[in-house]
């Protein structure tokens, strides 16, 4: 139990002095924002601060920190250092950079932001990249929530009804104004998901006598390493599972919603870095529950069979702990929490894609019309993909969104190398982009669905080991190279790419 709550404050004193000094390296000016700027009504809303911090939490807390911090206990406490380092030195940072440089770029879309700053090619490939992985993580926020739904409802209304209605809201969420529909309901969803924390927090340490919450171990407590079913190596595995609790490039298509709304760039540490630390504490939460509830300490990690049977974090597995630590009663109010989660993200998801599209092709956004021949298309393809296998688009979405943030990161180290006199202040966003870089490739030669090298045993692990810290050295590099060749080079002046709107 010590560790938890050490790790829950350092989450918090992160916050306060990392968030600091994230913001006084990026430097808020008190310019117009694109909301007081341009507003049209539909995307370019201006809302409160309180809300725009809820609606950016809700967008980024979808199944990730609640299924990948699920998924990732079963490593044992060791995912707690990655939900906490991951969280401050990383994916708050990252989130952070993602939003005040669309806000920057008259709200523009993650993949426009990183055009600009990464190049051409990569402008396309990232236009591209967002709409497929933005279109899974819709299709991800589908599956799950309905799945939970019908554990709550009587059968008739069985996954596929569920499904289709969360389909329907979603079309709403993604073609009205933003304040119509999430601006209304969030912070109402905002109690929920704050209540659900609280409660499986309170039920943990409530039982710690019967499920005590293990301190923090380096030791890898992985089910297959006991009974030899196969060894799953803490890195890369446990670094791409956890994705949304710690680091998520998804978060990078979301901060542009909110981007278009704020009033002030002097509120985006409290909306996008706090938002980020936020659910840090959450998937801390959930992973310190199942670790505990799981958790054999008399079979030497046996205990932990049982969430791997089950297939680690997924709605059985959410439903038995939430039931099992809250009661009959409490149970369904946490369930609803954590349904309420991926909800506001898949309908985001989906909004998020119809904005990329809307840049890319430089369409009118306040004409209802296009905007429905944009969203109708995105969802139908959308209910489409929910029919394949779910773990398998769970493992595909995984890589691709700790690779979209591997990008972004980069593209905020050559924003802030190109755009100050002093080049240091580009350290915190290229050493989390290093490491990320080496994750990435890591797991692209290790991975099943990618190269999967993992499979050769002891050599392929280590060529994929290899392979990994070569590739992040050599991103490194070039960036250093091309970023620093020309220190009086201003990367806004010498662009040529055009951001704005029509």
Same mark, same amino acid.
């Given at each position: ?286 992973? @310190? *529950?199942?670790? &505990?509830? /799981? ?8 205990? !932990?069979? %049982?969430?791997? #049977?089950? +297939? ?124 990320? @870089? *080496?994750?990435? &490739?890591? /797991? ?8 999967? !090298?993992? %499979?050769?045993? #002891?050599? +392929? ?42």
């Amino acid at each position: 139990m010590i560790s938890f709550f050490v790790a829950l404050i350092v989450l918090i004193v992160g916050y306060v002095i990392y968030g600091s000094l994230v913001e006084k390296l990026f430097r808020p000016s008190d310019r117009p924002t694109p909301a007081i700027a341009n507003p049209d009504g539909v995307d370019y809303v201006p809302i409160s601060t309180g809300k725009a911090f809820l609606i950016q939490l809700l967008n980024i807390a979808g199944l990730g920190p609640i299924f990948g911090a699920i998924s990732g206990a079963m490593w044992g406490p060791s995912v707690y250092i990655w939900i906490v380092l991951g969280t401050i030195l990383a994916g708050a940072v990252h989130d952070f950079m993602a939003g005040m440089l669309s806000e920057r770029n008259d709200g523009a879309s993650i993949s426009e932001v990183t055009g600009k700053y990464l190049g051409p090619i990569m402008h396309n490939v990232m236009r591209v990249f967002s709409i497929v992985l933005l279109t899974l993580v819709g299709v991800v926020f589908m599956v799950g929530p309905a799945g939970l739904l019908a554990r709550l409802t009587p059968e008739w209304l069985d996954i596929k009804i569920w499904t289709v209605i969360i389909l329907c809201y979603y079309f709403l969420a993604t073609l009205l104004p933003i304040d119509k529909i999430i601006g209304k309901v969030y912070p109402f969803f905002g109690i929920l998901l704050i209540l659900m924390a609280i409660g499986i927090m309170v039920g943990t340490i409530s039982q710690s006598g019967q499920r005590p919450m293990l301190e923090f171990t380096f030791k890898n407590l992985y089910p297959g390493n006991v009974d030899g079913t196969g060894v799953k190596p803490i890195w890369p595995l446990m670094f791409i599972t956890v994705a949304c609790g710690a680091i998520s490039g998804f978060h990078a298509t979301q901060s542009p919603i909110v981007s278009r709304c704020i009033k002030s760039e002097k509120e985006g540490r409290k909306i996008f870095y706090g938002a980020m630390v936020a659910e840090g504490i959450i998937a801390l939460i959930w992973a @310190s *529950a199942a670790v &505990a509830f /799981y958790y054999n300490k008399d079979g030497a990690g046996t205990g !932990l069979m %049982a969430l791997k #049977a089950i +297939g680690g974090g997924n709605s059985n597995s959410v439903y038995d702990m939430c039931v099992a630590l809250l009661g009959k009663v409490g149970g369904p109010i946490a369930l609803l929490g954590v349904i309420v989660c991926p909800i506001t993200s898949g309908d985001t998801a989906f909004r998020s894609a119809r904005m990329t599209i809307f840049d890319w092709f430089k369409l009118d956004e306040r004409k209802i019309p296009v905007r429905l021949g944009i969203a109708a298309p995105l969802l139908l393809v959308g209910y489409g993909i929910s029919f394949i296998n779910y773990s398998v688009i769970w493992r595909y979405f995984s890589w691709s969104n700790q690779t979209l943030a591997m990008i972004v990161l980069w593209a905020g180290a050559v924003y802030l190398a190109s755009n100050y006199e002093e080049k240091t202040r580009a350290w915190i966003c290229a050493l989390p982009a290093t490491f990320m @870089s *080496a994750v990435s &490739a890591t /797991y692209l030669l290790y991975a099943p669905e990618c190269f999967n !090298l993992g %499979a050769r045993g #002891a050599s +392929g692990t280590r060529i994929s080991y290899i392979g990994g810290i070569i590739v992040a050295i050599t991103f490194l590099v070039v960036f250093l190279m091309t970023t620093y060749r020309n220190p009086k080079a201003s990367l806004e002046k010498q662009n040529s790419i055009i951001i704005g709107r029509k």
